[in-house]
T-cell receptor, first 114, second 111 residues
Framework: GAVVSQHPSRVICKSGTSVKIECRSL??????MFWYRQFPKQSLMLMAT?????????EQGVEKDKFLINHASLTLSTLTVTSAHPEDSSFYIC??????????FGPGTRLTVT | AQSVTQPDIHITVSEGASLELRCNYS??????LFWYVQSPGQGLQLLLK??????LVQGIKGFEAEFKRSQSSFNLRKPSVHWSDAAEYFC?????????FGAGTTVTVRA
């Protein structure tokens, strides 16, 4: 149980375009979903927290207009990177939680902006 | 400042040898504590967690961790390492509702 999927696993896009990453909880209802960014050889950095039906809460320094997060249902959250630039290239990981203390992680999405 | 520290950036261990990964935290109260493992290009898998109760916690893949309040530590151990244990290991705490990660320890297993 407690499986979280992400789609796509890898995406390459051109500079200036937008890309959407989906995060789904497959066998449970996620009241809270989290989005992380991970640079090579580094730890995970929390970008934002989203609750179903509410606006996402962004961490300090994360541009909310650049990283649009939608949590439309209890099983789906999306992260849209708008007007992507090469510096947005990274590994994006989502997690989902039923009770906010334990998080189940997706397999991650490798974004490359050319 | 509140933080999670993993003092060892990289550990190399021989297959069959024991492994211990250190984790220290600095928070006012005892947070919820986790250890995750990440293989290259993959997401995180939960190895074990501590919320309360018995301070020696058993996890998956033969791992265990011991919570020591006096030392603000939550060290991860495995008695006999397998080549498949080569990965990145993250200690994490939940002082409120958000996970705070340590910097990670890379484990290399030599034959």
């Amino acid at each position: 149980g407690a499986v979280v999927s992400q789609h796509p696993s890898r995406v390459i896009c051109k500079s200036g375009t937008s890309v959407k990453i989906e995060c789904r909880s497959l066998d449970f209802q996620a009241t809270t979903m989290f989005w992380y960014r991970q640079f090579p050889k580094q730890s995970l950095m929390l970008m934002a927290t989203s609750n179903e039906g509410s606006k996402a809460t962004y961490e300090q320094g994360v541009e909310k207009d650049k990283f649009l997060i939608n949590h439309a249902s209890l099983t789906l959250s999306t992260l849209t990177v708008t007007s992507a630039h090469p510096e947005d290239s990274s590994f994006y990981i989502c997690s989902a939680s039923e009770d906010t203390y334990e998080q189940y992680f997706g397999p991650g999405t490798r974004l490359t902006v050319t | 400042a509140q933080s999670v520290t993993q003092p060892d950036i990289h550990i190399t261990v021989s297959e069959g040898a024991s492994l211990e990964l250190r984790c220290n935290y600095s928070y006012g109260a005892t947070p919820y504590l986790f250890w995750y493992v990440q293989s290259p290009g993959q997401g995180l898998q939960l190895l074990l967690k501590y919320f309360s109760g018995d301070t020696l916690v058993q996890g998956i893949k033969g791992f265990e961790a011991e919570f020591k309040r006096s030392q603000s530590s939550f060290n991860l151990r495995k008695p006999s390492v397998h080549w498949s244990d080569a990965a990145e290991y993250f200690c994490a705490v939940v002082p409120d509702y958000k996970l705070s990660f340590g910097a990670g320890t890379t484990v290399t297993v030599r034959a």
